[in-house]
C-alpha cells in the first residue's frame, strides 16, 4: 500500500453563534481595525451573522448597534468620505471616479454632495498628478500616435476626469514646479 503524504484533515470548526454582547465585539474590532462607514460596518455584521449565527431572541440588532457605533463617533462617514476623497484627489483620479467610490462605500448623498465643490475646484490639479503619475500628456516626453493618444484619453476618462478637462490637460506644458 502507498503511503499517503498528506496531513489528516481537522474537523471543520464549529463557531458558537453571536450573542449580543459577541456582535458588540466583533463591530468594535472591525471599526477599531478599518476605517469604515455604516453601511459598511452593517453588511459585515449581516455577514457575520449569515456565517455563524445569532443565538439571541428576535432578530439581530444590527441597526440599534450601528446607530449606537455612529452615535459615539467609532463610525463617521463624513470623515471617512472626506478622507477617500482626499486620498482618490492626491492620486490623481477626478470627480466621477470619487463619486463612483463614495456611492461604493456606502456614503449618503448629501454627504458626496458637500464634497463635490472641493472636488471641482481641485479637478485641473488632479489630473495633471494623474497624466504625471501615469507619464502621459505633457509628461510623455514624445509625440503620441493616434492610436496612443485614445489611450490616454480613455485612461483619463476612466479615472473621471470630464472630456473637456482631459484634452486640455493632454495638449498642455507641464510646469514642472506647480505640480
Known sequence: MAQSWRMPRSAPKTSTPY??????RAALDYAARYA????????????????????????????????????????????????RAD????????????DAALRAAGIAEDVAGELRDRIGDEAEEAAMRYA????IGPFAGRTPDPAEKRRWIAAMARAGHPMDLLLRVLSGEPDEEEY
Not at 450573542?19 to 458588540?24: F, G, I, V
Request: charged share 35%; glycine share 10%; net charge positive.
Open 36 to 83: 469604515t462607514t455604516r453601511a459598511k460596518l452593517a453588511a459585515y455584521l449581516r455577514r457575520k451573522l449569515r456565517e455563524r449565527g445569532w443565538a439571541g431572541d428576535g432578530a439581530a440588532p444590527v441597526e440599534a448597534l450601528v446607530q449606537r457605533f455612529s452615535e459615539r463617533g467609532y463610525v463617521d462617514d463624513r470623515a471617512f468620505a472626506g478622507a
Open 87 to 98: 486620498s482618490l484627489l492626491r492620486r490623481g483620479y477626478g470627480a466621477r471616479r470619487i
Open 19 to 24: 450573542d449580543a454582547a459577541a456582535l458588540e
Open 132 to 135: 504625471r503619475r501615469k507619464r
